[in-house]
């Protein structure tokens, strides 16, 4: 395996180019699903989760060719409705073919995806809302099977909590039901925003966007004529970046980012005492002279993302006071804690909600990478270690973080993957 020797202390500078969203490629991956022409999306990161996902595709019958971020796919040729276990239990967010393939085909059979890392992971608001809409769902060995011989129809769908993945599945269910679906407590964040504009642009009526309240007409089962288009900037790697900058007292400059995505990072990062100047899709971080504490809720967007926690986690141990960091999405995205305290931060959990009291000094070691961004929070620390920090298990960073090290090599950092 893999890891990641990352000697600190470390200043950055220069500029680094954001790739395009992970979390808005997934569902715009399975969109496709419902068209029947080949569509080209630009701007596609080329990072594990991806390649996960077209490998269910095309499993399913689909074919592509994703070459420098650009991907062609054509799903005209999907015959395979089963998304099997091998490849769900990788990549949860497989979850995703779930509303296209039941929506276009009738039935479909997609392996439960499991929990993973940072907590349980249910998908029964998912499966509540194609009921909902006149499927039939059954669990039997570790498999969703749903059924809807006469297609979804329109329903009335209010989600119990805010899912992202669980509205985005409605959505392109509702895209292809007979009549007209009203969903309420959507989740709003940019990567459902970006996935209901190619719906409307590519002709399906669809109002309320960017609201908890969609209103979508569906076509009646016919397949759409999708446009193509360019994935939105990753807004979570964008702060990751951001906070590499207040952690090594760098100043770095983001280019090919959406500033108004990161609003509520941005608003932390000042309150810290940082300074972000924003351009229409640039940002550049101006450190802080002496980072002070910080309190932090993660909710759903627009307020402070939970994809943000650990790297802020990170960031806190170089600030002076205590800071609070109150996780409210997952009830188990503290593994990076027992890391960073290795290499020396001082962190007290209660529940759900973790002090950090800095500054502390950190020393490098040999830490353990455990989900995707807690990975990241290790990287951020290191940076800031005095010493050498080996960071194991970097198959998590290879699913959302496109060449992190030559993206930080690039701004000065002194980082090289290894084999163990
Ligand atoms: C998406 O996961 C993201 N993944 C996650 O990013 C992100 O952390 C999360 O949204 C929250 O913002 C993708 O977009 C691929 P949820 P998702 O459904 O959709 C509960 C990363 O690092 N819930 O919004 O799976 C759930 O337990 C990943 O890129 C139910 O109870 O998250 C959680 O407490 C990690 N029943 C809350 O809702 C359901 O049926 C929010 O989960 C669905 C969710």
């Given at each position: 395996?893999?890891?990641?020797?990352?000697?600190?202390?470390?200043?950055?500078?220069?500029?680094?180019?954001?790739?395009?969203?992970?979390?808005?490629?997934?569902?715009?991956?399975?969109?496709?699903?419902?068209?029947?022409?080949?569509?080209?999306?630009?701007?596609?990161?080329?990072?594990?989760?991806?390649?996960?996902?077209?490998?269910?595709?095309?499993?399913?019958?689909?074919?592509?060719?994703?070459?420098?971020?650009?991907?062609?796919?054509?799903?005209?040729?999907?015959?395979?409705?089963?998304?099997?276990?091998?490849?769900?239990?990788?990549?949860?967010?497989?979850?995703?073919?779930?509303?296209?393939?039941?929506?276009?085909?009738?039935?479909?059979?997609?392996?439960?995806?499991?929990?993973?890392?940072?907590?349980?992971?249910?998908?029964?608001?998912?499966?509540?809302?194609?009921?909902?809409?006149?499927?039939?769902?059954?669990?039997?060995?570790?498999?969703?099977?749903?059924?809807?011989?006469?297609?979804?129809?329109?329903?009335?769908?209010?989600?119990?909590?805010?899912?992202?993945?669980?509205?985005?599945?409605?959505?392109?269910?509702?895209?292809?039901?007979?009549?007209?679906?009203?969903?309420?407590?959507?989740?709003?964040?940019?990567?459902?925003?970006?996935?209901?504009?190619?719906?409307?642009?590519?002709?399906?009526?669809?109002?309320?966007?960017?609201?908890?309240?969609?209103?979508?007409?569906?076509?009646?089962?016919?397949?759409?004529?999708?446009?193509?288009?360019?994935?939105?900037?990753?807004?979570?790697?964008?702060?990751?970046?951001?906070?590499?900058?207040?952690?090594?007292?760098?100043?770095?400059?983001?280019?090919?980012?959406?500033?108004?995505?990161?609003?509520?990072?941005?608003?932390?990062?000042?309150?810290?005492?940082?300074?972000?100047?924003?351009?229409?899709?640039?940002?550049?971080?101006?450190?802080?002279?002496?980072l002070k504490h910080?309190?932090?809720?993660?909710?759903?967007?627009?307020?402070?993302?939970?994809?943000?926690?650990?790297?802020?986690?990170?960031?806190a141990?170089r600030a002076k006071?205590?800071s609070?960091?109150?996780?409210?999405?997952?009830?188990?995205?503290?593994?990076?804690?027992?890391?960073?305290?290795?290499?020396?931060?001082?962190?007290?959990?209660?529940?759900?909600?973790?002090?950090?009291?800095g500054?502390?000094?950190?020393?490098?070691?040999?830490?353990?990478?455990?989900?995707?961004?807690?990975?990241?929070?290790?990287?951020?620390?290191?940076?800031?270690?005095?010493?050498?920090?080996?960071?194991?298990?970097?198959?998590?960073?290879?699913?959302?973080?496109?060449?992190?090290?030559?993206?930080?090599?690039?701004?000065?950092?002194?980082?090289?993957?290894?084999?163990?």
């Amino acid at each position: 395996m893999n890891y990641l020797r990352i000697q600190g202390p470390t200043k950055l500078s220069g500029t680094v180019t954001i790739s395009g969203a992970k979390n808005a490629a997934l569902p715009l991956i399975t969109l496709t699903l419902l068209g029947h022409n080949p569509i080209t999306m630009s701007n596609v990161p080329e990072v594990a989760d991806i390649k996960t996902l077209l490998k269910l595709l095309s499993n399913l019958g689909a074919s592509y060719t994703l070459e420098n971020h650009v991907l062609k796919i054509d799903t005209s040729t999907v015959n395979n409705t089963m998304a099997n276990y091998d490849i769900v239990k990788t990549m949860r967010a497989s979850i995703l073919v779930l509303g296209p393939l039941l929506a276009r085909f009738g039935h479909c059979e997609v392996s439960l995806p499991g929990g993973c890392a940072i907590g349980q992971r249910p998908i029964d608001l998912h499966l509540k809302a194609m009921e909902a809409m006149g499927a039939t769902i059954t669990i039997h060995a570790g498999y969703v099977h749903a059924v809807a011989p006469k297609g979804l129809k329109g329903a009335h769908i209010i989600f119990d909590k805010i899912t992202v993945t669980g509205t985005a599945n409605v959505v392109m269910a509702a895209a292809l039901a007979h009549g007209k679906s009203v969903l309420v407590n959507c989740a709003k964040e940019p990567e459902v925003v970006q996935l209901c504009e190619i719906l409307r642009n590519s002709g399906i009526d669809i109002t309320g966007i960017g609201t908890s309240e969609l209103t979508i007409v569906g076509t009646g089962g016919k397949t759409i004529d999708m446009v193509d288009f360019e994935v939105i900037p990753d807004r979570i790697e964008a702060g990751t970046y951001m906070c590499a900058a207040a952690i090594t007292d760098s100043i770095v400059t983001l280019e090919r980012v959406r500033p108004d995505h990161l609003d509520a990072v941005t608003a932390k990062l000042e309150q810290m005492g940082c300074r972000v100047e924003c351009s229409e899709n640039t940002m550049t971080v101006y450190p802080a002279t002496e980072l002070k504490h910080v309190n932090i809720v993660t909710q759903e967007y627009p307020a402070f993302p939970t994809d943000m926690q650990a790297q802020f986690m990170a960031l806190a141990i170089r600030a002076k006071g205590a800071s609070t960091i109150d996780e409210r999405l997952f009830e188990n995205r503290f593994m990076h804690v027992s890391e960073l305290q290795r290499l020396g931060a001082n962190i007290k959990l209660s529940g759900h909600v973790a002090t950090v009291i800095g500054p502390c000094e950190l020393a490098g070691a040999d830490v353990m990478a455990t989900d995707l961004r807690a990975s990241s929070a290790l990287v951020l620390a290191a940076m800031a270690a005095e010493g050498t920090t080996n960071v194991h298990r970097i198959y998590h960073l290879d699913r959302g973080y496109e060449n992190l090290e030559e993206k930080l090599r690039t701004l000065g950092a002194q980082i090289e993957r290894l084999q163990e």
